[in-house]
């Protein structure tokens, strides 16, 4: 039975201060993905759109409009997706094929179950970018709806810290990193900070696991194989 991985590639893992779309970031985005297919896996990533507009942001500096504010984030996920399918190209990565759950056919296929799976199924990376297609989510919840649709146990998420932790560890130097959380504890424990509430209670109900780690190769494929000492996995157990 072949392996099976989501990844969700928010935005801030592809743009930097200085450029939102940096080309080193995305190598290293290649670096991960390349690791998981020597192992074996098949890969699947949604596309974040962070690095260039949320639309909660845009909503609470005064643009009453939430719906074409959660569209335009929509498109920006759909750049994202342009910026990494064509720089994993350029680094020699075969096999990428990117989808879109926006209507946007000019620049990329719209995803289709049958589609996205046969390319999976024969070892290509699938890239997943417009959201939901709906506005009122983000891609937290679009990651772990994909990961079911696509037949993904594993959703890894890759953030700046190396894992959950009981407080924001920027702020609070007594944070301490869990290293398993369950759902049923995340559900109650406002401090903890993994995804949205719509994206966990969905992940609860399908049995996903979320596991929460830095951008590295090791620390995802150490993840994968519950190792927790560079990470954490949020489940049902
Ligand atoms: N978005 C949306 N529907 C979706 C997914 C995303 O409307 O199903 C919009 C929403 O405005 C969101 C933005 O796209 O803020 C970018 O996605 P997200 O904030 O999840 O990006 P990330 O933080 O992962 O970079």
Do not use: W
């Amino acid at each position: 039975m072949q392996k099976r991985v989501m990844l969700k590639i928010s935005g801030e893992q592809l743009g930097s201060e200085e450029y939102n779309f940096d080309i080193n970031y995305a190598k290293r985005v290649a670096a991960i993905l390349r690791a998981l297919q020597d192992k074996g896996y098949a890969v699947a990533c949604v596309m974040g759109g962070g690095n260039i507009i949320r639309g909660k942001k845009l909503s609470e500096n005064g643009f009453t409009n939430k719906v074409i504010a959660d569209q335009m984030g929509m498109l920006a996920t759909i750049q994202n997706g342009l910026f990494l399918a064509e720089t994993l190209k350029q680094d020699d990565v075969k096999g990428v094929y990117l989808f879109s759950n926006l209507a946007i056919e000019s620049l990329t296929e719209r995803f289709s179950y049958k589609r996205a799976d046969s390319k999976l199924a024969n070892g290509n990376i699938v890239l997943i970018a417009g959201g939901t297609g709906k506005p009122g989510f983000t891609t937290d919840t679009g990651v772990v709806i994909q990961a079911f649709e696509l037949h993904c146990p594993y959703v890894i998420k890759t953030t700046k810290v190396d894992g959950v932790y009981s407080k924001d560890p920027a702020k609070d130097p007594n944070a301490t990193r869990y290293t398993t959380l369950s759902y049923d504890e995340v559900a109650i424990n406002k401090d903890i900070q993994v995804m949205d509430r719509a994206a966990l209670a969905f992940a609860a109900d399908k049995d996903i696991t979320v596991g929460i780690c830095q951008p590295t190769p090791e620390d995802v494929l150490a993840l994968l194989d519950g190792d927790t000492s560079h990470g954490t996995l949020v489940s049902n157990a």
